[in-house]
């Protein structure tokens, strides 16, 4: 059926990208917030957001969220998809419909439309909210400032809104990250990627509080490198951040091993693009990130004995070993608080809000000649070729004399064997060429990964142990004993294993090769790498 010309007055134009920062807002951060913008009056308007999907949910697994939003005179349908511009876009058609209702035909000619096909749509949740809106100018620049507080609901539950939204009116982007450190300054806010939308589908049951997982982004041969390094960044941030909100919630390790994830693909992505990055931005961003590592590792290794162990201190009937499993508990809780003490903190989201700037804005891009510049604006083959090539030196080197390494000197080749498999996990689509190598050397990398991360559990379950008992008692100090024991057995079998692998690695074959022409590239930027 086609649709008539009054029809079509309803069918959605795509609207210019948002470009918007949001925030979660602490305790004490309304009234702060408040403060600083009492001297303009807000205009207050009751916001009712009535949120459709199919019952599988397929927009929301295809990126889109789909509303109704009526504030008592008008009804706004919106389709929002998140656009390939950045980390705060957000690609949005929007039209003004009849009622509360959804209007299936405004849906066509958009990318909805394909995603929902024959199924049926109904409400998947509300969401309701009281919004106070400034406008914020200063020179050309205007910013829409919206403080949101309400709830979300949900199959009858119900989950509270407490947001701080900054829209780019007109202006430059820096505008928006200048006004976002001023406000940092003097209230609590976080910066935040999870929209009302995804809040919605996890109270509605479609992820609940499960860890989010890594989303490689697409890097093509013909991806520029500072592309490439947006792309790589801008997703560990947002893995990073939306698992430290979920960390707040629910003390699952999976959700701490995620938010650790998205730091090491973070620092990964720092390491890999180097050469390429500030000098001040690069060194601040390593320092932050490690500082963040260092507060979660404890936590991190309790978390992996507890799972290795398997024991309950309650179910015990040997009292030595329940005392030694009641010490290792404390020490758990304590690791965990210590985490999110970290995450509660101003230098944690001044480090969100700041890595967000400078991965969008960052003076890294404002290089425009010299080596930096050039890898930059280069094909991101250039450099990975290159890297890659490096890294799998490394770690071929290294591993020559693996049967008489030490714990200290395993676990250094464990960081090279990780950061080679980063890299071929970020440029893997970037080598078309050989697609079968290339699954065949990731795949070995992974069971050699596997193999490395065993016997560092074993060395971690040595120190957590000794940590535990301390010395409380020899009886305690055995019982630990007993269990680093019984959780090391097999490091004899594991280290065979590590070593079977790192011979299926040696054997095998590169799946990158420099592009055409980037001979005279990588003659010209290999003393800017090795300096990285």
């Known amino acids: 059926m086609q649709p008539d010309m009054g029809m079509l007055a309803r069918i959605p134009a795509k609207a210019a990208p948002e470009l918007e920062l949001k925030f979660q807002l602490s305790p004490g951060a309304f009234e702060a917030l408040a403060e600083i913008f009492a001297p303009e009056p807000a205009a207050r308007t009751v916001l009712h957001a009535v949120y459709f999907d199919t019952p599988t949910h397929a927009l929301r697994d295809g ?4 509303r109704v939003r009526s504030d008592g005179e008008r009804h706004v349908q919106t389709l929002k998809h998140r656009g390939d511009g950045g980390l705060f876009q957000r690609d949005e058609w929007e039209v003004e419909v009849q009622g ?27 969401v309701e909210v009281e919004r106070r809106t400034h406008q914020w100018t200063q020179g050309d620049t205007r910013i829409e400032v919206s403080i949101d507080t309400g709830q979300i609901t949900a199959e009858g539950r119900h989950e509270p809104v407490a947001e701080l939204e900054l829209e780019l009116i007109s202006g430059a982007p820096e505008a928006l990250f200048e006004l976002a450190r001023d406000l940092l300054a003097k209230a609590p806010i976080a910066l935040a990627f999870e929209s009302k939308a995804e809040r919605g589908y996890r109270l509605a049951g479609h992820d609940g509080v499960a860890a989010m997982k890594a989303r490689r982004a697409s890097i093509s041969p013909t991806t520029r ?5 947006q792309a790589i960044a801008r997703e560990a941030l ?5 698992n430290a909100r979920l960390l707040h919630r629910s003390q699952n390790p999976e959700v701490l091993h995620q938010t650790r994830v998205g730091l090491r693909r973070m620092r990964a992505a720092l390491a890999v693009f180097a050469a390429m990055l500030d000098a001040e931005g690069l060194n601040w961003a390593r320092t932050e990130t490690r500082w963040l590592a260092g507060e979660f590792s ?41 985490a999110l003490a970290a995450l509660r903190s101003d230098r944690f989201r001044r480090m969100l809000l700041e890595l967000g700037a400078w991965i969008e804005v960052g003076a890294w891009r404002q290089v425009d000649r010299g080596e930096q510049g050039a890898l930059r604006e280069g094909p991101a083959t250039v450099l990975a070729a290159h890297l890659m090539d490096r890294l799998d030196r490394r770690l071929r080197r290294g591993s ?32 078309p060429e050989h697609p079968r190598r290339r699954a065949r050397f990731v795949a070995v990398l992974r069971d050699l990964q596997d193999q490395f991360g ?62 055409d022409g980037a001979s005279q590239a990588l003659n010209h930027s290999k003393a800017i790498l090795r300096r990285a």
């Open 63 to 66: 990126g889109f969220s789909l």
């Open 100 to 126: 509360p209702g959804l209007d299936k035909v405004a849906l066509v000619g958009t990318p909805a439309e394909a995603a929902i096909g024959d199924a049926d749509v109904t409400v998947a949740f509300t």
């Open 225 to 229: 490198a500072g592309d490439a390094f």
């Open 238 to 242: 947002v893995q990073l951040a939306n």
């Open 298 to 338: 404890a936590a991190r290794d309790i978390d992996v004995f507890l799972q290795r162990a398997g024991a309950s201190d309650e179910m015990e009937a040997d009292t030595a070993r329940a005392a030694f499993y009641r010490a290792v508990r404390i020490a758990h809780a304590e690791a965990y608080e210590r």
């Open 400 to 431: 020559r004399k693996f049967g008489s390494l030490g714990v200290d000197a395993r676990h250094t080749l464990r960081k090279k064997a990780k950061s080679l498999r980063y890299a071929a996990a970020f440029f893997g689509d970037a080598f």
């Open 454 to 515: 065993a016997l560092n559990d074993m060395a971690v379950a040595r120190t957590v142990a000794v940590q535990a008992a301390g010395r409380r008692s020899s009886d305690l100090a055995f019982a630990a004993g007993l269990e680093v024991a019984r959780l090391t057995q097999d490091e004899a079998k594991t280290l065979k294993a590590a070593k079977r692998d790192l011979k299926a690695y040696r054997k095998g074959k590169a799946f990158w090769t420099a592009p």
